[in-house]
């Protein structure tokens, strides 16, 4: 038994590899405020936590994986082996004062596996998106010194993935601590086409970030109990960071022929001070989860985004709930779990006086396969991100979420009489 778990568990980290070299293609986003920064910054949490409004710093992992805190792991059953897997997709309409236009696009989410190594010690790894890029923008141009337009068109794509790996500690009853190693990789890209005047040729610049780095987080998780109630605090730490990119920019002509390119090693790319604080209280038939995150990119500078960023600010709560004790006679509805969230973010862009911020709502179920503790988590979220005001731009949309959390049982040693 345990040299099949073994086996399983290479395989599956063969697997994740091959994966990693997919997944950081994949980009969700449309937004054309991913121009800015390393792109739009990817929510964390799986289906659980997706559920809830992307809440949970301060709840364990039980019978699934919580992402939002490495300190949660403390809390998986020891004779248990959980795989998360999520997809997802996400309907947008795009809006300015003029003009508007609709799309969808989906892909892998994410994909985890994690298991107590003893009693008191835990850990995961997976792979999980940090950052998305994805926009097309045409700008009218003049001519320094003439009053001659040309236009340039910016096309964005890629985007940050993270390997990461966990551990989490616990340290007696109610104190369990938990760092994380990530992987950094993937690529930044965008196209500059120039539409050919009479002064401008017809040309494109391409500028590239091929990213590989190393990046840190920490966690923390408090909990204690009375008769009714289980109360939980969590605490998350990420300090600044430079990641390391290979920044290379190429000149085409009309035709694709390469006229003049250059590389440099570079670490420009800074992803912030970041700092989660979450509440948790878990009851017979429910769990609510209050969280803050902060991330500190004011005074952070990119080669031509100078002094452009502010803190961001973000607040999610949600709630789980099980209206009925599981029972196989139930009817299916009745071992069905419930979930609702709320989100609002005040982003790290602004312009003028107008920050752009994302509000949403989350409905989920939680439908049990196999079991009780195997299932498929759904969730739908709507929500506004940006302004038309101002001259800038909106996005509303529709996010599906379907995640698979797969519990086996394994480490179990077999007994012959």
């Known amino acids: 038994m345990i040299d099949q778990i073994k086996l399983q568990t290479k395989q599956l980290i063969v697997f994740l590899l091959v994966l990693a070299g997919g997944s950081s293609q994949g980009q969700n986003t449309v937004s054309p405020y991913s121009i800015f920064g390393p792109g739009e910054i990817q929510n964390k949490g799986f289906g659980t936590n997706k559920g ?18 490495p300190a949660s792991y403390a809390g998986m059953d020891s004779l248990r082996l959980i795989v998360e897997l999520g997809l997802e997709g996400k309907a947008y309409g795009i809006n300015t004062s003029k003009d508007s236009y609709t799309g969808f696009n989906a892909n892998l989410a994410y994909l985890a596996l994690g298991f107590k190594y003893t009693p008191w010690l835990a850990g995961s790894f997976g792979v999980v998106p940090f950052s998305s890029i994805g926009y097309s923008i045409d700008r009218i141009n003049y001519v320094e010194g003439l009053n001659q337009p040309y236009t340039s068109n910016y096309v964005g ?68 109990s009375t008769q009714r109630q289980t109360y939980s605090m969590g605490v998350t730490y990420a300090f600044e960071q430079s990641l390391n990119s290979n920044h290379i920019v190429n000149l085409y002509n009309s ?21 989660g604080a979450g509440f948790g209280v878990k009851g017979k038939r429910y769990s609510l989860a209050l969280d803050y995150t902060f991330q500190g ?3 952070i500078s990119y080669p031509i985004q100078y002094n452009e960023f502010v803190d961001s600010h973000k607040f999610a709560m949600g709630m789980e709930l099980n209206p009925w004790d599981h029972r196989a006679i139930n009817s299916f509805y009745k071992n069905w779990t419930y979930r609702f969230g709320v989100n609002y973010e005040s982003s790290y862009l602004t312009f003028g006086n107008s920050t752009i911020k994302d509000r949403s709502v989350t409905l989920g179920l939680g439908i049990p396969l196999y079991g009780a503790l195997s299932k498929i988590d759904f969730s739908v979220t709507g929500g506004i991100n940006g ?31």
Not at 57 to 65: D, F, H, K, Q, T
Not at 194 to 207: A, F, G, K, N, Y
Not at 395 to 405: C, H, I, P, R
């Open 52 to 69: 809830m409004g992307g809440a949970g710093i301060a709840l364990e992992s039980g019978n699934y994986l919580n992402n939002l805190n």
């Open 157 to 224: 794509s890629g985007g940050i993935s993270q390997f990461y790996f966990s551990n989490a500690a616990r340290l007696g009853k109610h104190l369990s601590l938990g760092a994380t190693v990530s992987y950094m990789f993937g690529s930044l890209i965008q196209e500059e086409n120039l539409e050919q005047t009479d002064v401008v040729p017809d040309i494109m610049i391409e500028r590239k970030d091929y990213l590989r780095s190393m990046y840190f987080d920490f966690g923390l998780q408090y909990k204690f």
């Open 255 to 275: 035709s694709s022929t390469l006229l003049q390119g250059y590389s440099e090693k570079t670490d420009f790319l800074v992803v912030p001070q970041i700092i």
């Open 297 to 299: 990119w004011a005074g």
């Open 387 to 417: 302004t038309v005001s101002n001259k800038l731009i909106q996005e509303k949309y529709l996010m599906f979420n379907l995640g698979v959390s797969l519990n086996e049982i394994a480490f179990i040693k077999r007994k012959i009489d």
